[in-house]
């Protein structure tokens, strides 16, 4: 039932942009906080950004603070990542997490989106 569905990743050149989807479904989104992270293979997952269940205040990893915004639309359910300035470090597959705000150990998953920074 639940479900957490990114979209929006692709191949794009270094300096371009990409807006990351997260559509949710199953479970009362606006109860949860959500979070983007990334991983690139043979690497940990990496935290990349957050935003509380208000959507009032925002966190960003140094590594992509200023050219990344976290956002949600709670009346659709999906979050958001806008990313600007891309680099190649920045490939990776993204995933967006939901964590309840007041029940611990309440946390879903996507699958993830790939995004390809590349000339």
């Known amino acids: 039932q639940v479900q957490l569905v990114e979209s929006g990743g692709g191949l794009v050149q270094p300096g371009g942009s990409l807006r990351l989807s997260c559509a949710a479904s199953?479970?009362?989104?606006?109860?949860?906080?959500m979070s983007w992270y990334r991983q690139a293979p043979g690497k940990e997952r990496e935290w990349v950004a957050a935003i509380p269940r208000a959507g009032s205040s925002t966190n960003y990893a140094d590594s992509v603070k200023g050219r990344c915004t976290i956002s949600r639309d709670n009346a659709k359910n999906t979050l958001y990542l806008q990313m600007n300035n891309l680099k190649p470090e920045d490939t990776a597959v993204y995933y967006c997490k939901a964590a309840h705000q007041r029940v611990a150990g309440l946390e879903y998953w996507g699958q993830g989106t790939q995004v390809t920074v590349s000339s």
């Open positions: 199953g479970f009362t989104f606006s109860s949860y906080a």
